[in-house]
Structure formats: C-alpha cells, structure tokens
C-alpha cells in the first residue's frame, strides 16, 4: 500500500504543479485592516469539492460570540469575503482525528522593482530548474496545496482514513492576525491533533516562537534651531532608550542560550527596533522620535513576564536622565500579543510524523522550535483549540515576505508524502 501512495502522489506531480502555480496567481495580500484572500478560499474550495468533500466558506467574525473570545486580535479588521475554507473528511471510525492546517494570505509585494531585478514577477509563479518563484510560493501556499495534494493522493489510491481529517485553510495570519485560525476552533472544528504547515525546512516543531509589536514614543521639546541650547532633541532621548533595549536583547539572549530546542539560533530572543522615525525638514530639533519594535517571546512565556521586563528596560534609561524621568517613553502595543506554544515532546503526533518521515526516505532532523511566531497557540492553548500541535513543512523561510520568494518542487512533493503517511498512521485506515 505504502508503494501505491508513493507511486500515485510522483504520478500526480505535474497535476499539482498546475495546482499550486494557479493558487500562486491569485493575489491574497493582507494589509490590515483589509485582505484578499476570498478568490483564492473559493480556489481551494472548488478542489476539494472536486475530490468529493463539502466546504464550509465563513467569515471569522460571523462566528457567534467570538469577538468575545478573550483571544481574539481586537486590531482593526474587515473580513467582507475574507473566508475560513473548512473541509472534513470523515472517517470510517475507531480512528484518531487529525486537524491539517495553514493560511492562504501572503504579506504585501514591496517595491515591484525588487521583483523584477529578481527576474520572477510576484504573481507569475515562474518555474524554473525545480524551483517556484513568486509571493505565497515558501509562505505558504506551497504547503497549503501540499495538504490538498495529500488528501487527493489518499483518494486516487482508495484509501479510507478511520479518524476524521479536518482541512482549514485561514483568512489573516499574517501581521499578527490570529483571528482566522481561532474561529476555526470557536467554530468547533478541532482534532486528536493538529499539524499546522510553514516553512519549517522540513522539521518537526512541537512548539512556536511568539512576540508582540510594540510602538514606542520618546517626546522632546521642540524649538527652532537657533534656539537648539533651550531645546530637547526626542532622537538623542530614543537612543538612550534604545542602548537599554539593546542590553535586554543581550540579556534575553543569555537566559535561552542552553535552552536545547532554540539553541540552533544565535539571537534567540531578539528584541528588533525595525524603525526609527523622528523629526522634520521644518529647522527645529526634534520633538517627538518614534520606534517599532518586535519583541520576541518564547515557549514558557507570558504576556506578563516579556512586557514587564520591557518596562524595566525603559525605566533604566530613565534612571539617569531627568528629561525622560519626567517624560516618560510612551509605549502603544499593535494587536494581541502572539503567544508563543509548546507541545510536550512525548506527544504521539511528535512520533506519528517521525514515522512518516522515515516512510517517505527523508532524515530525521533534531526537533526544534519554530523560529518565528504563528497562529500554532489558538490550536494549541487551552482556552482555545485546546490541542497538541506541532508546525512542519517545506522550504527555507529565509526567502518568506521577500521578492526572491521560492520553494523548490522536490521539497513540495515530499511534504505531501510525509503528510499522506501521517494522515495513515495517525488516523489509522480501514
């Protein structure tokens, strides 16, 4: 039977090649607070109903009560045809249930001139020497269509799972969202187990990376040049702020350092000032600077814990400056935070995936956790999906929300192996 599958799914290469480049060419961008993703659910949902399956197309927010959920990202958002596209595939019974999962938005183009010196048009889904170019190719429409393409594999061979297989492809992970993945389970779709898809370079993940965005705002006192003695300049206030944020980046990284499943990053717990903002062109100093910050958290870590050692951080740069001890920096967190998960290393899904690594051929690479956030807790938490989960995939995230966006074929075909084998040995087939 194992023979069959792995026939069947290399026979259905350039089927699901056509499959994905026509996923990949239809634009999904979320840019909050709107989205596209509606053409490419319907899309995915047009396929599955191909193989047979009915498709549940809803809106996160016409979930009844879920703007409640006290995890639910209260950022500004529209989701008029912004669908959730649920499918399940039910089993012949006495099976464990398994939940298959990922998001079909991709984060906006950036300059289109970056794309064309790149050679590959972010809509073209260029294909060449075995190798997918465009936005969504690596994250993660590639492995989305994996899931699809896994689910068919099992049908052309004649395969019957004996525990129900939920496929939830998710409206707005991007940026923080979360919302999508979290209706999916205040919807009462959830599972024995859960394997959400991104660009894991083919590892097993048993947990996640997660973070919050914060905006940070240094006021100075403005006065026109010729009068700079009398002023307070906001940009040279923020960099007193930012070498005490430095520092905690030093001393969050020394607390991870041995811990086994991040130990594989040199900066595991990055505190990132991606901008800094401050001044005009009108001749005076400066009166407001303002930063963005990533602040990332990890598995064992609270809300609480992370944005307290925050303020601490900012309280020392205040400790020896007048200025910024009677104007404090002003903090404004964007969203919720991302909370970072983690699955116990014993979980049978853990293993269950293992097996279907070595039945496809592949090694097995030492478990780590994800190196950045995603939805994977609003599976996994309590007081949401309240599901073990762990995130797989392929290819190199490095190239994810860039213009030299890839993910190579060989890596897409061995994913819905891996996840045609997990799905048999998890679920049991009758």
Known sequence: ????????????????????????????????????????????????????????????????N????????????????????????????????????????????????????????PWDADMEEGVIYGRGAVDVKGGLACLVGAIEALKKVGIQPKGDVTFASVVDEEHGGMNGSLAVVAKEYTADATVLIEPTDMVVCPGTQGGQQIYLYVRGKGVFLVDK?????????????????????????????????????????TVNIQTIKGGDMTGQVADLCSSYIWYTANPGETEAKVMGEFQAALDAAAANDEWLQAHPAETEVYGKFLDPCSTPLDSPIIGSMHRAIEQVGLPIKPLQYMKSGCDLSRFVLPEAGNMPGVVFGPGDASTAHTSREQVKVEDLMNTVRVMAHTIIDWCGVS
């Open 66 to 121: 879920i703007t409640e959920h006290p995890l639910w990202n209260p950022a500004p958002k529209d989701y008029t045809d912004r669908p959730n596209a649920v499918s399940v595939w039910k089993g012949s019974g006495g099976g464990r249930s398994l939940l298959i999962t990922s998001h079909v938005d991709v984060v906006p183009l950036g300059p289109l001139e970056s794309w064309e010196k790149n050679g590959h048009g």
């Open 1 to 64: 039977m194992n023979h069959d599958i792995d026939a069947v799914i290399s026979s259905m290469q350039d089927e699901f090649i056509d499959f994905l480049r026509g996923l990949l060419r239809i634009p999904s961008v979320a840019e909050p607070p709107n989205g596209e993703e509606g053409a490419s659910q319907h899309y995915l949902a047009d396929k599955l109903q191909s193989l047979g399956l009915d498709v549940d197309l809803f809106q996160p927010d016409e979930v009844p």
């Open 229 to 269: 003695h009398l002023g307070v300049d906001a940009i040279d206030k923020m960099y007193l702020v930012r070498k005490e944020l430095l520092q905690l980046e030093l001393n969050r990284n020394a607390e991870f350092q041995n811990e086994p499943l991040l130990c594989d990053l040199p900066l595991p717990a």
